[in-house]
């Protein structure tokens, strides 16, 4: 891999056109207010969700006006070697592959720098306020349907490293004879500590949630509604983990990593199919999915958008973000080795009738 | 490895095609040309616009794979890396990183071709310094002439020392100085024993530079041979004698003796050598 190659590729990302935008986008996202105002009812806010509500309201911003931008300039990067740089590109004692993957790496490279001080200025207008829980996964679990007072759900769930904290989301599915509402009650069991139970009025969409202490192993969970209420259904038949306490960097990093590998495969995309299509074709190609991820629910995560949507909305949530998933690292790496073959099989890479 | 005895360039049928346009139509550019350069030999290439030159030294650099035929380079695979990195390229127009300063792009394109960083950044220095570019090394190619970018352009096409150098339109651009720049470092080139393919309008430059000649014409070898003998044949042919220490009266003389030997002079005015005379003066 060429390290100069790499710089150039990266500074060909970052014209100081592009550079004069991002830094007007970052002074709007620094001003604009993310969080209700007093009259809006901000004093019902609790203070973690308001930060959580700015630092995703300067990111998005972020992405706005980044992930097009390295998007159309993945996209162009093969008109650029047809217009000239075959020249001399198609000279090096580099393969077509290692040119393309050299591009990648300058886009990623150019795509970091971009993304850090709307990574830094999202921290900055989120002030003191660090997130209390951090997500650290989801567990699968039996549906809970609970109709009347006498259904009661027992679950059994695996503890994920470092989880300390659990939720479990209700939503009410018919209203029963006590009005849209229900009280739920959970009886928490776990070897090696105390049995505990806890309560939570459900109104619309709720979360019960649970503070472990110690224990070792999977951990039981009763549920159960007390008194007459509404149906009740757990939300995607799942329960999310939490760290508490996190180091406040761990989130801020997390949110950083899901715009970076969202926008690096739409770039690998964007380059890849570009070898193959017009640049106007590949830009539309290779943002559509990202677009798709926005709109749709039912994607897989490993899907180019899934995990940096799901860090934002746990974000505006007041929660902090957990690490990209195994999966999504894995598509991107697959994504990239795919775009840096698909320039290495063209025929006439490099072509320019003279 | 290949031997030292195998030629710099093998070709047989080498044909290249494009197609474009909304049929896809297929438009031959290179239709079956042979060629054979033994090594440290130097070939001209001449021939009109769109006759296939520069197509040609694009295959032969490796920057294109040809539609037919067969190539060896430097005895190799002229596609391959290690082949591609032993060949001196420059293109017709100088496409290079425009953002970049004159050394940071010849120190990149060295690096491209394996040249170690130390090695790479006393050549860069020495060649900008040959090519009269140093006192721009720290100016970005953007704002280059096209003068000054021809003359890079040479730099780059020697930067890795290569063993085969193809020069496409090379004095295009180029000032009186800028043409004895590249009369040396194509000297010091032949003195290394590196083989060159030279494509130019100007036959002064092929015959100073080659020993062989080909002309192209609609992708086809119309003509090769030694240059004197290539041109010789054209009837009506011209000829260009620069004449040093004359007066006027002794020009007025020699013009008439070559009336008297039946041929006429068709223009008269100062040589290039003038203007070389003239910036030597003003560097002084």
């Known amino acids: 891999m060429n390290r100069r190659l790499i710089a150039l590729v990266a500074r060909r990302f970052l014209p100081p056109g592009a550079l004069a935008l991002f830094a007007a986008a970052l ?6 207010p993310w969080a209700p105002s007093a009259e809006q009812g901000a004093d019902q806010l609790v203070p973690e969700v308001s930060a959580g509500l700015a630092r995703a309201g300067v990111l998005l911003t972020a992405l706005a006006v980044i992930l097009p931008w390295f998007c159309a300039r993945a996209a162009w990067c093969v ?70 007072e006498s259904d009661r759900v027992q679950v059994v769930a695996p503890v994920p490293r470092g989880g300390d904290v659990l939720r479990a989301r209700f939503v009410i599915a018919a209203p029963g004879n006590g009005g849209p509402q229900a009280r739920l009650r959970c009886d ?25 202490a110690g224990g070792v192993g999977p951990l039981e969970l009763g549920f159960q509604r007390v008194g007459p209420g509404a149906a009740v ?3 995607s038949s799942r329960l999310q983990w939490f760290e508490s306490k996190p180091a406040r960097w761990k989130g801020g990093l997390a949110l950083f990593l899901e715009a970076w590998l969202a926008g690096g495969v739409v770039c690998a995309l964007a380059l890849g199919l570009a070898a193959w299509t017009s640049a106007g074709t590949a830009f539309l190609a290779a943002f559509s999915p990202l677009c798709c991820a926005w709109l749709s629910d039912s994607l897989p995560i490993a899907w180019p958008g899934v995990g940096l949507r799901g860090a934002l909305a746990l974000c505006s949530d007041g929660l902090g973000a957990g690490w990209p998933a195994l999966l999504t690292w894995t598509f991107v790496a697959i994504v990239c080795a795919l775009a840096a073959a698909l320039p290495a099989l063209q025929r006439d890479l490099w072509r320019r009738e003279v | 490895m290949a031997s030292e005895d195998t030629p710099a360039i093998a070709a047989r049928g080498l044909r290249q095609a494009y197609r474009s346009g909304f049929l896809w139509k297929q438009r031959e550019v290179l239709r079956g040309i042979d060629l054979d350069l033994p090594r440290g030999a130097r070939l001209g290439l001449v021939g009109p616009n769109g006759s296939g030159k520069s197509t040609l030294l694009r295959v032969l650099a490796g920057v294109e794979r040809p539609t037919g035929g067969e190539l060896a380079v430097l005895g190799g695979d002229h596609a391959s890396s290690r082949i591609r990195a032993r060949v001196g390229f420059l293109p017709e127009d100088t496409p290079f990183p425009r953002e970049l300063r004159a050394l940071e792009a010849l120190e990149l394109l060295a690096s491209l071709r394996c040249v170690e960083r130390a090695t790479a950044r006393a050549r860069a220095q020495e060649l900008l310094a040959a090519v009269g570019l140093e006192a721009a090394r720290r100016t970005k190619l953007g704002r280059f002439s ?3 970018l021809r003359r890079f352009g040479l730099a780059q096409a020697l930067v ?10 090379p004095t295009a651009g180029l000032d009186a100085q800028g043409f004895a720049v590249f009369d040396e470092l194509l000297e010091r080139a032949r003195a290394r024993g590196a083989s060159m393919v030279i494509a130019s309008h100007v036959l002064a430059d092929l015959q100073a530079h080659c020993d062989q000649l080909i002309v192209l014409h609609e992708g086809r070898i119309a003509a090769a041979g030694k240059p004197g003998e290539v041109l010789r044949g054209e009837a009506g042919a011209s000829i260009v004698l620069e004449v040093a220490g004359l007066d006027e009266r002794g020009l007025n003389s020699l013009e008439a003796s070559v009336a008297q030997q039946g041929g006429r002079v068709l223009s008269r005015g100062p040589s290039t050598e003038t203007l070389r005379a003239l910036y030597r003066r003003l560097s002084r």
């Open chain 1, 79 to 148: 008109g650029q070697w047809r217009q000239g740089d075959g020249d001399w590109l198609g000279t090096a004692r580099l393969s077509r592959g290692g040119v393309a993957l050299a591009h990648l790496c300058g886009a990623g490279l150019a795509l970091a720098v971009a993304l850090l001080p709307f990574a830094f200025a999202a921290e900055l207008r989120a002030g003191d306020a660090a997130p209390r829980l951090r997500w650290l996964a989801d567990s699968a679990v039996r549906p809970v349907v609970l109709l009347t």
């Open chain 2, 146 to 148: 096209r003068g000054m």
């Open chain 1, 27 to 32: 002074a709007l996202a620094m001003f604009i």
């Open chain 2, 160 to 169: 890795h020392e290569p063993d085969l150098l193809l020069l496409d339109e």
């Open chain 1, 188 to 212: 928490i069991a776990r070897s090696g500590a105390r049995n505990a139970s806890v309560e939570v009025l459900v109104t619309s969409n709720d979360a019960l949630e649970v503070q472990l």
């Open chain 1, 233 to 235: 259904v757990l939300e």
